[in-house]
């Protein structure tokens, strides 16, 4: 009979544990899908706002289940956040990481971020948010243990509450006011200051009072009141302070909370000499403890028996009691030493995503100078190619006009060299006009002579026909001298060229050229010479076939003109 009911036990306890292993699997199971549904979320969707929201939810979904996962989808979080440049998804961001770090115990980098949440609220001028940022930051102090910046920030932060009228009975306002005070209720109380750690509890305990759903938060602050009343011997408020507080945790099940309760209650006890009421309340504590798994209440209830035996000089039950604490203890020290381990790692992979961030940081600092080198280069060298082209464009620019006007000087002295050529090629036809003049004149003088000689006696003949003879003479050379002289003067190449051109010319030809490169007539040419316009014509063909101009359309004097 003993035996059925032993295995009647042990199916229904396995059956229990069936049922718990199923239920714990849909519940993982569940998890894990909307783990899943928000990672895909996250990859699909390319609004920014949305991404952040998202991985913060899968990091705080992370956060007790599986720390480096809620780190690294926070982490992810904040890098949108800064790529996406707006402030208020940047804030949610940082204050999310800060409260994962916060929750695992590394308050040197959960510190960061709040500072930075600060910042950015700061910079958006958001006082209620400033409010709360200053509340974190101060919780972060206290448990640096460094008071008097947490003292600092819990105090800036009531100012901005009160400044802005904030509504104490509203769910959020009324739990960080009333964490503010119950900060500032430890601060004073380490710092040996029960007045005002109690005057900072009540204040704090008003709120809770007024406000709902604060029934957790005014059993705790109920239950530091009566510490304080206990330390300073005053037992009837500390009584009055433990009995609500338990009365509270009682009437909203909160099993955590009387655990703490039963132990105030227990050290009550012992303070006001009832040790029977105190070990009553020591093993109801503690049973509760076990049950909800309160471990580090129970190193305390654990202690307390200890204490309590060793006392009593019940030697078994205390070492009993010695042994169940020490195992508890090294129990603690090794969670306290998997902590501290996991403490570790998250910081050094912090310090590690410093580093990998900082060298980024560099690259793409260097990546920039290098950027802007090139840029800088890129200019000074176009600037240079500017200059080169622009001082060339300059200098094509002179030269083209110092051509222009070279050009200008030398038609302008081409123009004076015409002007000077017409005006001596002038003065020649006008001397070989005077000579034609002349010439007439001294024929016209020989003609007379030789009209009156004829009637003169013969002495007088052989004078006059002397003189005539003289004044022929004195004719042809002195013409031709003059030209000769003045023609070289003005025309100095062109015998030069007409040698060129046909060696044989004889001075009679060289001297028709001559004159008919002053554009001189047949007549002109004929008076000057003494010959008849035929003989000239003539001459004019001759001198066309010496210089091989017979079958060509170009004149004679066209001919000459060019020479």
């Known amino acids: 009979m003993e035996n059925q009911v032993k295995l009647l036990k042990f199916k229904y306890l396995n059956l229990i544990i069936l049922l718990f292993t199923l239920s714990w699997s849909s519940a993982q199971a569940q998890d894990a899908a909307k783990i899943d549904s928000l990672r895909y979320l996250v990859e699909t969707s390319k609004n920014d706002s949305v ?20 780190l690294q989808f926070a982490e992810q979080s904040v890098e949108v956040a800064e790529q996406s440049q707006n402030k208020n998804l940047q804030g949610y961001a940082y204050f999310n990481i800060g409260i994962v770090y916060f929750f695992q ?78 900060n500032l209720g430890v601060i004073a109380s380490e710092q040996n200051q029960p007045d005002l750690a109690i005057d900072y509890y009540k204040r704090g305990t008003n709120i809770a009072r007024r406000a709902t759903n604060q029934e957790e938060n005014l059993a705790n602050l109920l239950n ?6 206990l330390k300073l011997g005053q037992y009837d408020e500390a009584f009055a302070y433990y009995s609500e507080a338990f009365e509270i945790r009682t009437a909203n099940d909160d099993q955590f909370g009387l655990t703490a ?86 910081t050094a992979r912090y310090k590690e995503n410093e580093k990998i961030i900082k060298l980024e940081q560099k690259r793409k600092e260097l990546r920039y100078l ?12 176009l600037s240079l190619l500017y200059f080169l082209t622009n001082s060339r464009n300059r200098r094509l620019k002179l030269e083209k006009e110092n051509i222009r006007l070279n050009a200008i000087n030398l038609e302008l002295e081409k123009q004076n060299l015409q002007n000077e050529l017409d005006l001596k090629n002038k003065e020649l036809a006008t001397n070989v006009m005077y000579q034609i003049q002349k010439n007439e004149l001294i024929q016209d003088v020989m003609d007379e002579l030789q009209k009156h000689g004829i009637s003169e006696s013969k002495q007088n ?10 004044l022929e003479k004195t004719k042809e050379n002195t013409i031709w001298n003059e030209f000769e002289i003045r023609f070289q003067q003005v025309h100095n190449e062109f015998y030069n060229r007409l040698n060129q051109i046909n060696q044989d010319l004889s001075p009679n030809d060289r001297r ?25 014509e003539v001459a004019r063909t001759r001198l066309r076939k010496k210089l091989n101009l017979t079958n060509s359309e170009t004149g004679l004097i066209e001919f000459l003109s060019n020479l």
């Open 51 to 70: 991404k952040v929201y998202l991985l913060v939810a899968i990091s705080r979904e992370y956060k007790t289940s599986d720390v480096f996962s809620s």
């Open 105 to 182: 115990g590394v308050m040197e980098i959960s510190i960061k971020f709040f500072y930075k949440y600060l910042e950015i609220q700061q910079e958006l001028k958001n006082e209620k948010m400033i409010a709360f940022a200053l509340v974190n930051l101060g919780a972060v102090h206290v448990n640096l243990k460094q008071y008097v910046q947490a003292k600092e920030h819990l105090e800036r932060a009531l100012e901005i509450f009160a400044k802005a009228g904030e509504d104490t009975t509203t769910d959020q306002a009324a739990e960080k006011l009333i964490s503010i005070y119950n």
């Open 224 to 229: 530091n009141l009566g510490n304080i009343y």
């Open 261 to 346: 309760s039963y132990l105030a209650m227990a050290n009550y006890y012992k303070e006001i000499d009832e040790p029977v009421k105190a070990l009553k309340h020591l093993y109801t504590g503690c049973v509760l403890a076990e049950k909800v798994g309160a471990i580090s209440k129970l190193g305390s209830f654990y202690g307390a028996f200890y204490q309590y035996y060793n006392e009593k000089k019940e030697v078994d039950s205390a070492l009993k009691y010695h042994i169940l604490s020490a195992e508890l203890n090294e129990k603690l020290n090794k969670e306290a030493a998997v902590k501290e381990l996991t403490h570790l790692e998250i």
């Open 370 to 381: 290098l950027i802007g080198l090139t840029l800088c280069l890129t200019i000074a060298i």
């Open 461 to 470: 003949q052989s004078w006059i026909y002397h003189i005539i003879r003289s």
């Open 512 to 536: 028709l050229c001559a004159f008919l490169r002053l554009n001189m007539t047949t007549k002109e040419i004929a008076s000057i010479t003494g010959q008849s316009a035929r003989s000239i």
